[in-house]
């Protein structure tokens, strides 16, 4: 019988909060296996402590990092530097981190200076390009660097792993812990004002923040949906904005007075998945998004270049339209117009997993 484990997760941002915690709380579902403790960097706090409440994770440890304008090398530094005496402290057998975020990288970096065992969910995503999305993209290939457990979502996230000489012993499929916490967060009995607001129309959900997209990019995707939008009168839009002022500041200029287009504070993990379920379809350049709206029936068109999840353009449900204003506008379009494609895309079968990716992970660290 294999002994007790110490795991600790450390994660630091609401989309990693979102698919850390359904393993947070399988892992904790088995005492008798494993001594697990979260330690959260707070690279994001608000939009943290959110998503924390709405599962009920209490963090054992909170780093803080956060602060006005924090650059990428703020970010990096204070985690190397807040984290090493917490993994000294308690001392884990492994620490998880998920994804793709610098707290990822500078946390998985801590463990390889303290030789710690790494475990990456959702390891494999690639792009092959450094600066799309940037700097995501160095950031999951610098965590994979010193794993020893590789928590693939999908085959073709292992095939990448294998491809770069990982090791097949240690790469595993799971699916995808975010479609985890869907199976929670969606509810038949949910309401919200805004939805209320929405009623009668086809909801279109807009997400936009990625680095790369700021400035002209992000002001060609705005015009693009305001105009689609001028001419289906049918439609309704909310878009939850992001903090980021230049983001804020973009969309004001070209949404403002469009009176069917509501921006609005960023919503809850909760809210959120729920307005997503509630939605016709979904415009935006997140990441995690591309895995969640195809399991709940929903296409997407996703304003980036170049997507690390190529799983959901092959499958059908989503289609990679860059950041071009009339491409945009020609897409939108056409999946307001043409009703097969429109099926086409909605009934397209999720690649992205069951919702059983935590018990799967937990299994194959309890071995």
Same mark, same amino acid.
Request: with cysteine; net charge negative.
């Given at each position: 019988? !294999?002994?007790?484990?110490?795991? +600790? ?9 979102i ?12 005492p008798?296996? *494993? ?13 943290l ?5 709405? *599962? ?7 780093? !803080? /990092? +956060?602060?006005?304008? %924090? #650059? ?6 204070s ?18 981190? &998920?994804?793709?975020? #610098?707290?990822?990288f500078?946390?998985?970096?801590s463990?390889?200076?303290?030789? =710690? ?11 092959? $390009?450094?600066d ?19 928590f693939?979502? #999908?085959?073709?996230?292992? %095939? $990448? ?11 595993w ?5 975010g ?11 949910? !309401? ?14 807009i ?5 790369e ?6 002001? &060609?995707?705005?015009r ?7 001419? &289906? ?16 500041? @973009? @969309? ?10 509501? =921006?609005?504070?960023p919503?809850?993990?909760?809210? *959120? ?10 415009? #935006?350049?997140?990441?995690?998004? %591309? ?23 092959? @499958? ?29 895309? !909605? ?9 059983? @990716?935590s018990?799967? /992970? ?6």
């Amino acid at each position: 019988m !294999s002994k007790m484990k110490k795991v +600790m997760l450390v994660f630091g941002t609401r989309p990693e909060a979102i698919k850390m915690c359904p393993l947070v709380k399988e892992l904790k579902a088995y005492p008798d296996k *494993f001594d697990v403790a979260v330690c959260v960097t707070g690279q994001h706090r608000e939009m943290l402590d959110q998503v924390l409440s709405v *599962f009920g994770v209490v963090p054992e440890y909170d780093l !803080s /990092i +956060m602060k006005p304008g %924090q #650059t990428l090398f703020d970010v990096t530094c204070s985690v190397l530097n807040k984290l090493k005496p917490v993994l000294e402290s308690w001392g884990p057998d492994v620490v998880l981190v &998920h994804g793709d975020t #610098t707290t990822s990288f500078a946390a998985a970096l801590s463990c390889f200076y303290l030789h =710690i065992p790494v475990g990456h969910v959702e390891a494999g995503l690639r792009t092959y $390009n450094l600066d799309s999305p940037w700097p995501e993209e160095f950031n999951r290939q610098a965590v994979d660097l010193v794993c020893k457990w590789y928590f693939a979502p #999908t085959e073709v996230s292992r %095939q $990448n792993l294998i491809s770069e000489g990982k090791p097949k012993e240690r790469i595993w499929v799971t699916g995808n812990t975010g479609i985890d916490a869907l199976k929670t967060t969606v509810t038949s009995d949910y !309401s919200n004002p805004v939805l209320d607001w929405a009623a009668g129309s086809r909801l279109i959900l807009i997400t936009a923040h990625r680095r790369e997209n700021l400035g002209m990019p992000m002001h &060609h995707m705005f015009r693009a949906i305001r105009r689609v939008m001028e001419e &289906h009168p049918d439609t309704k839009a909310v878009y939850p904005i992001h903090m980021n002022p230049t983001v804020r500041k @973009a @969309a004001h200029e070209e949404l403002d007075g469009f009176d069917r287009l509501r =921006i609005i504070d960023p919503l809850g993990v909760l809210d *959120f998945h729920n307005f997503m379920a509630a939605s016709y379809l979904i415009l #935006t350049d997140s990441g995690g998004i %591309q895995e969640e709206a195809p399991s709940l029936g929903k296409p997407v068109l996703v304003m980036r270049d170049t997507t690390e999840r190529p799983e959901g353009i092959k @499958a059908g449900t989503l289609k990679l339209v860059g950041t071009n204003e009339e491409t945009i506008y020609n897409e939108f379009s056409r999946l307001l117009s043409d009703k097969s494609e429109y099926l086409a895309m !909605s009934h397209a079968s999720n690649p992205y997993g069951d919702g059983k @990716a935590s018990k799967r /992970i937990a299994s194959i660290l309890s071995a």
